[in-house]
């Protein structure tokens, strides 16, 4: 099936780092959203961008909504050790319940 | 409020059967799906309920289907279970199709041997 391009595929980084991640698309969605999934939960919305050149906090958090409509990034600033996890992008079409998601970002902060 | 509800939390099967997999959306949410997710394939999309009707559905063969109820409460099925089959099954719960936000249950966690 089909998958969004996302990179990097993992970080390693040192705890109070910027982090940056993004996703690519080849084709356009209406809506972004960013998902956290830690081993053997399921995944929790970070956060959610509705409109082409949009950018969106949730804290720590900040994230982007591409002006093409086709990629997205988001940033994690002073990195924790409770950011650990896979992020995941996923693009949604407008008009049904349908992900698709990136292939994920895995997350290590070492302190 | 409370959240997506996934049962079982974990299922061990033996290959060739068949198992039910049950989802509570979040409370006035009507849009379920399911999706699929194995370290090689990631995350795919199955199939999708909203009005107790099938509105879209990925690329799984025939075994893989499901159903939603008038409360909104879904179930997937698979037969004739292969051992490919073995992964984490997640339901997503959305207030309508349109509507992109999406909020997850914690899985289930199904192992054919």
């Known amino acids: 099936g089909q998958q969004l391009n996302q990179s990097p595929q993992s970080m390693f980084i040192q705890e109070g780092e910027d982090v940056s991640m993004n996703c690519t698309s080849s084709s356009i969605f209406n809506t972004w959203l960013w998902y956290k999934q830690d081993p053997g939960e399921g995944p929790v919305l970070l956060i959610a961008l509705y409109k082409a050149g949009e950018l969106t906090s949730n804290g720590r958090l900040t994230a982007q909504f591409g002006i093409t409509r086709k990629d997205s990034f988001l940033n994690i600033s002073a990195s924790i050790p409770s950011d650990v996890g896979i992020y995941f992008c996923?693009?949604?079409?407008?008009?049904?319940?349908?992900?698709?998601f990136g292939t994920g970002t895995r997350l290590q902060v070492t302190l | 409020k409370a959240g997506v509800t996934q049962t079982p939390r974990y299922l061990i099967k033996t290959r060739g059967q068949q198992v039910t997999l049950s989802c509570s959306p979040i409370s006035g949410h009507r849009s379920v799906s399911w999706y699929q997710q194995t370290p090689g394939q990631g995350l795919q999309f199955l199939f999708e309920y909203f009005s107790e009707t099938q509105r879209n559905k990925g690329n799984f063969p025939g075994r893989f289907s499901g159903r939603q109820f008038s409360n909104s409460r879904s179930e997937m099925n698979v037969s004739t279970l292969e051992l490919g089959d073995s992964a984490l099954y997640l339901c997503a719960s959305s207030l309508d199709p349109g509507y992109g936000e999406a909020f997850f249950g914690q899985g289930t966690r199904l192992t054919v041997v």
């Open positions: 996923a693009g949604h079409p407008g008009t049904a319940s349908k992900l698709t």
